[in-house]
């Protein structure tokens, strides 16, 4: 299965601090998401981002989170101002082809713990 | 009951048996997707199966279609200790570059010896 990489795997934090989750995507590929999953809860989209821009955003992605792609290769999640309730498993996700961009390959996540 | 429901919550089974499970969503979709989540990790990507389908295999996964019923299933033929895990189903309405997965709520497979 293609490979999309995330760092750091655990990351604990105050509440108030900013926080900076990273994701490699399969090379090449214009089309990122990120989804969290709060412990022993499904799976939420939280934002899709083509060709640079944010193409879609969930009631969840409000203005403390913030998506950006700094370089080529790499794709960066912050939150501004953490809170409690951010607590979760955050997840990046990349099609592999062209061809069938809805195949989402995701992450192994980051599990984020506000304190 | 909200979009991307699957039963049972929990399933119990001995290695070799087959192991179903079901996902029912209310929406009309692009496609479905079935997810594997080891405990406290990532979700690794099972199979896709499109709207125009009924049936698809791969291995030892058999998923099908019901649009009509707004439902789908997984079935894990010959199961082994190694499918314990949680399995989601994640619908996209729409595909292609607009794609977007809304997850169900999971079914916990065990498979004990």
């Known amino acids: 299965e293609p490979e999309v990489t995330q760092t750091p795997s655990h990351q604990v934090t105050q509440m108030g601090q900013e926080v900076i989750l990273r994701c490699v995507p399969i090379?090449?590929?214009?089309?990122f998401y990120w989804y969290r999953q709060i412990l022993g809860q499904k799976v939420e989209f939280l934002v899709s981002?083509?060709?640079?821009?944010?193409?879609?955003k969930s009631e969840i992605f409000d203005d403390q989170f913030s998506v950006e792609r700094p370089d080529g290769s790499n794709f960066t999640l912050k939150i501004r101002s953490t809170k409690l309730e951010d607590s979760a498993m955050y997840f990046c996700?990349?099609?592999?082809?062209?061809?069938?961009?809805?195949?989402?390959?995701f992450g192994p996540g980051t599990r984020l713990l506000v304190l | 009951s909200q979009q991307g429901e699957e039963d049972p919550q929990a399933l119990s089974i001995q290695e070799g048996e087959n192991a179903t499970m079901n996902c029912s969503y209310k929406?009309?979709?692009?496609?479905l997707q079935w997810y594997r989540q080891n405990s406290g990790r990532g979700l690794v990507h099972l199979i896709l199966?499109?709207?125009?389908?009924r049936e698809k295999h791969s291995g030892r996964l058999r998923v099908t279609l019901d649009t009509s019923k707004k439902s789908s299933s997984l079935l894990i033929t010959a199961s082994r200790a190694a499918d314990t895990a949680s399995y989601f189903c994640?619908?996209?309405?729409?595909?292609?570059?607009?794609?977007?997965?809304?997850f169900g709520t999971g079914t916990r497979l065990q498979v004990t010896l």
């Open positions: 996700a990349s099609p592999e082809g062209f061809g069938a961009p809805e195949t989402q390959y």
């Open positions: 090379s090449n590929h214009l089309y």
């Open positions: 981002f083509y060709n640079n821009e944010i193409s879609e």
């Open positions: 929406t009309s979709i692009n496609n």
């Open positions: 199966i499109r709207s125009n389908e």
């Open positions: 994640a619908t996209d309405a729409r595909g292609g570059t607009a794609s977007k997965l809304t």
